[in-house]
Nanobody, 112 residues
Framework: QVQLVESGGGLVQAGGSLRLSCAAS?????MGWYRQAPGKQRELVAV???????NYADSVKGRFTISRDNAKNTVYLQMNSLKPEDTAAYYCKARHNGNEYWGQGTQVTVSS
């Protein structure tokens, strides 16, 4: 079993920044951030498979950065230049031994 605890969401004005954190109960090679806006499907935001292997959704490239601290089993999502369309519940996901684990989600709201 893997437990994931997210934090760092909140309310921010357009153009602002937030940093999300996802603390895992163990080291996980493949971790990512997803988001789900009301009435929409959950979508990939960014994934990280090691310190240097990352992938981003086109909508966030150049604005969001995913990183990790392996000593703390924690993955971060630095979100800059936030837009109202970034408003969503953000979820951390880990893939381990063929299983997927999700965090409880953290709400990000960007006001215009």
């Amino acid at each position: 079993q893997v437990q994931l605890v997210e934090s760092g969401g909140g309310l921010v004005q357009a153009g602002g920044s937030l940093r999300l954190s996802c603390a895992a109960s163990r080291y996980i090679y493949n971790m990512g951030w997803y988001r789900q806006a009301p009435g929409k499907q959950r979508e990939l935001v960014a994934v990280i498979m090691s310190g240097s292997i990352t992938n981003y959704a086109d909508s966030v490239k150049g604005r969001f950065t995913i990183s990790r601290d392996n000593a703390k089993n924690t993955v971060y999502l630095q979100m800059n230049s936030l837009k109202p369309e970034d408003t969503a519940a953000y979820y951390c996901k880990a893939r381990h031994n063929g299983n997927e684990y999700w965090g409880q989600g953290t709400q990000v709201t960007v006001s215009s």
